[in-house]
């Protein structure tokens, strides 16, 4: 039995604390075939009448920090992927079909040659509302540039799903452009070109995500025979798809041609990538990705156009910086967090097996659940977990960066420390050997830091992570990755956990070049 779920976030809180799967809470559940047969309106009303009372009456309570106060509460925008935001918000459903875009009028001709936002007539309340009326005299599934009908989330004061201007980068990019796109790429190196095979490549990949113990878990499939044009197979997870992506040019890279133009197309999809998923912005980035997105599209057409067509994902992308400008880094807008808080229903529904009322069992089972999560604390993600093996506690002077760390902490040298060689920030791990993002230089390149151990006072809270100085020799854009080298002897920062530059470790890639072994670290996305 399948069931369509509605969740919720507060966007008041940081968007380290939105993505915890204890701080997205369950709206409604319903059966999907209801769905399909009634509609989103008995789901919509129920929840507009209570968010206008929200919004105008709100509630009263004593609060921490903040004490007695009265709260207000209004829908700040709706994110789900691209066929459900339409039938939300009562546009068609067909992508294939002119007018899909819920932000312009862009019709199927239009987006094969058309490759900036500017070029397009973008949707205004004016023009909606005159859509909404047409679409209302016409026969029932008939549309008035792509409006079926209206939507009852327009009630709602201040919010207009003309305004929403939300995308979801998982389902564009990793879920259309990017699999599309690296399957063209690779049929072209591997079948065309023939720089390695497909199994040389598989190999490969395996060998690497053996050694890499960051992203091991999110290792991608074994790649099936690439047809031309096709996009690849098996279909694989969003976070698959992303650390193929992430990864691909330090796997193969050694073998392709520097010229080769469907290599440089393939680096230009990792660099668009990493700046749709960085989690802040300047201006000055904005505009150099609409430069970035338009020259891309251009390059997709000349390359591969007379094999395959630009999808309707592609045409999304021209409306991805737009969507930055008015609510932000796209990363708050992914569906990632909701896929992850489905998999708990769908563990649920499988041992269940509640035949009458599927939606209401769930519904209650979810409800003990974010009991436990709020008695336990984890929406607050400060929770460390210390790995038992390798860890110890003794005089700092036992160590050899006892200097930097009891200038760090403020301590004696006899002073007992707790050493551990792994800990869990919430859900991430963190080891020895990881690299850590610890500052940007003055020419704007990032600083690393090698983690030797981390440590903390005996009954302290807080952590520190003990890490070598690392030289970061220069960005090699061929490989897409920072080449970096120890330094030697030894220098030694000990830095908070909580103030490190990016949370996300790092690991190292070595590749055996022609004059030596060399280690280069991928970022995750970028970085200033």
């Known amino acids: 039995m399948q069931y369509g779920a509605f969740y919720y976030t507060i966007l ?45 009456v709100g509630f009263s309570g004593n609060f921490p920090v903040i004490g007695s106060q009265q709260i207000y509460v209004g829908l700040a925008q709706v994110a789900c992927d691209n066929l459900a935001l339409n039938g939300l918000f009562g546009f068609i459903e067909c992508f294939s079909a002119d007018y899909f875009c819920s932000i312009c009028l862009a019709t199927q001709n239009d ?10 007539c973008l949707r205004t309340h004016d023009s909606y509302e005159a859509d909404v009326v047409q679409a209302q005299m016409l026969p029932p599934g008939g549309h008035s540039h792509g409006v079926k009908s209206p939507c009852c989330l327009n009630e709602i004061v201040g919010f207009r799903v003309i ?29 065309v070109k023939h720089y390695l095979s497909l199994s040389d490549l598989n190999t490969r990949m395996h060998c690497f995500f053996e050694k890499n113990s960051v992203d091991e878990s999110n290792r991608p499939p074994t790649l099936n025979p690439l047809q031309r044009s096709s996009g690849l197979s098996p279909s694989m997870k969003a976070i698959q798809m992303l650390a193929l992506l992430k990864y691909l040019p330090l796997v193969i890279g050694i073998n392709v041609d520097k010229e080769d ?51 309707p994902k592609h045409h999304l992308l021209l409306h991805l910086p737009t969507v930055i400008l008015e609510n932000g880094p796209l990363v708050t807008m992914s569906c990632l967090r909701y896929e992850m808080k489905n998999s708990f229903f769908k563990r649920s529904s499988a041992v269940v097996c509640n035949f009458v009322n599927i939606c209401k069992s769930l519904a209650y089972r979810h409800q003990c659940n ?11 993600r400060r ?8 860890s110890e506690c003794g005089p700092a002077s036992n160590y050899r960066f006892c200097a930097c760390m009891c200038e760090s902490i403020c301590i004696a040298s006899m002073q007992n420390v707790c050493v551990a060689t792994k800990i869990s920030v919430s859900s991430v791990t963190y080891r020895k050997n990881y690299f850590f993002v610890v500052g940007v230089s003055d020419c704007g390149e990032p600083v690393f830091g090698e983690a030797e151990a981390f440590v903390s006072l005996p009954d302290c809270i807080e952590w520190h992570v003990v890490m070598h100085r690392v030289d970061t020799v220069a960005f090699r854009s061929h490989f897409h990755a920072y080449e970096v080298q120890r330094i030697t002897p030894a220098e030694y920062i000990c830095v908070p ?17 022609g004059d030596g072994c060399r280690t280069f670290v991928r970022l995750p996305y970028h970085i200033f």
Request: glycine letters at 4%.
């Open 12 to 56: 008041n809180l940081p968007p380290s604390h939105q993505s915890c799967f204890a701080n997205v809470h369950l709206l409604a559940l319903c059966n999907s075939l209801d769905l399909k047969v009634h509609g989103y309106k008995p789901i919509l009303e129920r929840f507009v009448a209570e968010i206008n009372g929200l919004q105008t």
């Open 111 to 120: 987006i094969q040659s058309q490759f900036r936002e500017s070029d397009f």
């Open 163 to 191: 305004e929403n201007y939300v995308l979801d980068p998982m389902h564009i990019l990793l879920e259309g452009v990017v699999p599309l796109e690296l399957g063209c790429v690779l049929f072209h190196l591997i079948s």
């Open 261 to 311: 133009p469907h290599w440089h197309f393939l680096l230009s999809l990792c660099e668009l990538t990493d700046y749709l998923f960085a989690p802040k912005f300047t201006k000055g980035m904005i505009a150099f990705m609409r430069v970035l997105i338009s020259e891309h599209l251009t390059d997709f057409r000349e390359l591969y156009g007379s094999d395959s067509k630009l999808r």
């Open 370 to 380: 974010a009991f436990f999560l709020r008695m336990s604390k984890q929406y607050l």
């Open 383 to 390: 929770c460390i977990t210390v790995g038992t093996k390798g």
């Open 497 to 513: 956990v909580s103030d490190l530059h990016d949370y996300h470790p790092l690991s190292p890639c070595p590749l055996h070049l």
